[in-house]
């Protein structure tokens, strides 16, 4: 087997003769992203060949000046029977972030979210009970006595026991003495009870929850003292899947191998258990005390984590293995906390709307008993929408691509340290200000910020409707090359990256893209239910990214419709917010699985009006500016 060895890590591994480089490089464990899921369009896994040959496919996304020094693209360049050594450039903007602030909710009882005097009913519960000791040809045995003693706590449905606890059940009935005092950890599953876990002596009080959202782009997990429902901390990190796909296609595409459905589900069970091992370590918790955990995320992302295939839920019918998960352990999952806790997992709707939706819906007024309409966006890669009140409730998701994450963008970085995040343009001069997240050296431009950027500069005129740059007015800001302009943001000597940061018009165009899929969804619901933006009572912007769009600029461009700026509501991360109360609210379950079941879905690919509805978004901030009153004020 030919020998690949990786600079400057020094890293080695063999493989057989016509690996693909890209698999050589999960082997050794060395970091590289690949946007597209592996398909040699993103142009992203760039490697260079120092020593050895290769067969690679690679010109046409990298230059042939680029190929002639050795560099390849590794999804697309196969190993062949000679040693070779390979240098793998340091990734980068994945450190720090937007969210590494989203603690808003630590240490917090959320009793806002439910009624006044409201009591907790968690997913699992700990229960003490005093069990009498055995007695003489008194019949009963061990289980016997601890089920006669939990129905008189619990109402009296069926108690299972899986065959993990039932061993234990003598030692610890044993421990206390006479009557010994156990604690046992419930939770109620459909039609029975199921013992999580039997301890000697009151534990009441330690007894812990896990409220986790699983996004494309981050994972965020609240531990939660359940007794209380109070949240202790919040931890988020970046989905460690981004290496293999920015989006749920990329990733999809990437699944198609069993092997590499196998390396998803590990990735993202590393993240999962990496937050709650930095949870538990940094607030003095066991990981066998979390007795209980709600997981939320999109349709794709509760596949992947499950080992199912993803393949037909982006095949017409577009249909998905499972909507709505039984109960599961988090032993059979792999999640590290005790092997028996429940993992609770939010229902879906369809292919595109999932469990991080149904959660979210939770933190709106959609899910309470109202007659005013409301509209809920998630935007992110896949941009989620519900329009509905208590008569009904419709649902559809849009494909934005990667655009506001940083992807497609040929400079664009996720929302890290290092990102230019807003950006002013002088209207005479046309040259820009900016600002980057925690205010150092940019180096690059995340999606909040090609939203400022882009709707500065069509305030200002440098950008007219078409998203084309202008011509005819001078400034050092804007660079014309052949049919292409580019607008410089930041010049070589003040950038972090040593290069000029610059956006094309390529680029604008794939905002552009972005923002008219999710306008054009929520316009082609309105028309769907008879009614028209202004009819709406609330518009709630959910997820990571809407949690520092600016309205305005998301009106100036067209993302979201011209209406009061009272009627926003920023919900932040309404998945986790929504997991938290499922994990807590015996109601909020129930509440959860009703909105899940009484959605209507839509499916945009299918429905011809989309297409006329995108076709006119495809402007700024529209082709019909009468829908965007204040924008030509």
């Not at 992203?44 to 496919?57: E, L, N, T, Y």
């Not at 693209?73 to 070779?84: G, N």
């Amino acid at each position: 087997m030919p020998n690949i060895t990786f600079q400057p890590s020094g890293k080695a591994v063999d493989a057989p003769s016509g690996t693909e480089l890209l698999e050589a490089t999960r082997e050794a464990q060395i970091e590289i992203e690949a946007p597209c899921g592996g398909k040699g369009t993103c142009g992203k896994c760039i490697a260079r060949i120092i020593s050895g040959k290769v067969d690679s496919d690679s010109l046409g996304v990298l230059s042939p000046a680029a190929v002639s020094r050795g560099y390849v693209l590794a999804c697309q360049t196969k190993i062949l029977d000679e040693p070779v050594s390979v240098e793998i450039s340091e990734q980068i903007g994945r450190e720090g972030g937007q969210f590494i602030d989203e603690t808003d909710d630590t240490c917090l009882v959320r009793c806002d979210l439910f009624p006044k005097e409201w009591q907790p009913t968690p997913l699992s519960s700990k229960i003490v009970l005093e069990v009498p000791q055995p007695q003489l040809a008194d019949g009963h045995s061990d289980l016997d006595r601890l089920t006669r003693a939990l129905h008189q706590k619990v109402e009296k449905k069926d108690i299972h026991y899986p065959l993990p606890i039932i061993p234990q059940i003598a030692e610890t009935l044993r421990r206390e003495g006479e009557n010994g005092k156990v604690t046992v950890t419930l939770a109620e599953t459909p039609g029975r009870f199921q013992v999580i876990r039997i301890e000697p002596g009151d534990r009441i009080a330690r007894h812990f929850g896990l409220a986790v959202d699983i996004g494309t782009t981050t994972v965020a997990v609240q531990l939660v003292h359940l007794p209380s429902a109070a949240v202790l901390a919040t931890q988020t990190a970046y989905n460690d899947q981004v290496e293999c796909g920015l989006d749920v296609i990329s990733r999809i595409n990437y699944a198609r191998k069993p092997q590499r459905l196998e390396e998803l589900r590990q990735r993202v069970l590393k993240t999962v258990n990496h937050l709650v091992n930095q949870l538990c370590k940094g607030n003095e918790v066991d990981n066998k005390d979390i007795g209980g955990a709600v997981v939320a995320g999109n349709t794709t992302m509760i596949h992947l984590l499950l080992g199912l295939p993803p393949e037909y839920i982006r095949l017409e019918p577009y249909t998905p293995t499972i909507l709505e998960i039984p109960p599961l352990t988090a032993g059979e999952i792999e999640i590290e906390i005790h092997p028996q806790a429940i993992v609770y997992i939010s229902p879906a709707v369809g292919s595109y709307v999932g469990g991080d939706i149904t959660a979210g819906l939770l933190c709106t007024g959609i899910a309470r008993e109202t007659a005013d309409v409301g509209l809920f966006i998630d935007i992110g890669t896949n941009g989620e929408i519900v329009i509905g009140n208590r008569e009904f409730l419709m649902t559809c998701a849009c494909s934005a691509g990667p655009a506001f994450e940083g992807g497609g963008i040929e400079q664009g970085m996720r929302a890290a340290v290092g990102a230019i995040e807003k950006v002013h343009i002088h209207p005479q001069t046309g040259m820009p200000t900016y600002q980057t997240i925690g205010k150092v050296k940019p180096r690059g431009i995340c999606g909040t910020g090609m939203i400022s950027l882009i709707a500065n500069l069509f305030q200002t005129g440098w950008l007219d409707p078409a998203g084309k740059l202008n011509r005819t007015k001078k400034t050092p800001a804007v660079r014309v090359n052949g049919r292409q302009a580019y607008y410089i943001i930041v010049s070589q000597e003040e950038s972090g990256t040593g290069e000029p940061i610059m956006v094309s018009e390529i680029d604008i165009e794939n905002v552009i893209r972005a923002k008219a899929a999710i306008y054009s969804a929520a316009s082609l619901m309105m028309e769907q239910v008879g009614l028209k933006f202004g009819d709406l009572a609330n518009i709630y912007i959910a997820g990571g990214f809407g949690r520092f769009l600016d309205i305005e600029k998301a009106v100036t461009i067209g993302l979201l419709p011209d209406l009061p700026r009272e009627k926003y509501r920023y919900i932040g991360n309404s998945s986790l917010m929504g997991a938290y109360m499922v994990l807590v609210s015996r109601e909020s379950r129930q509440r959860q699985m009703e909105l899940a079941r009484r959605m209507t879905y839509i499916e945009l690919s299918t429905d011809p009006a989309y297409m006329n509805q995108y076709t006119g978004a495809l402007f700024l901030p529209h082709t019909d500016i009468n829908l965007f009153p204040s924008v030509y004020l």
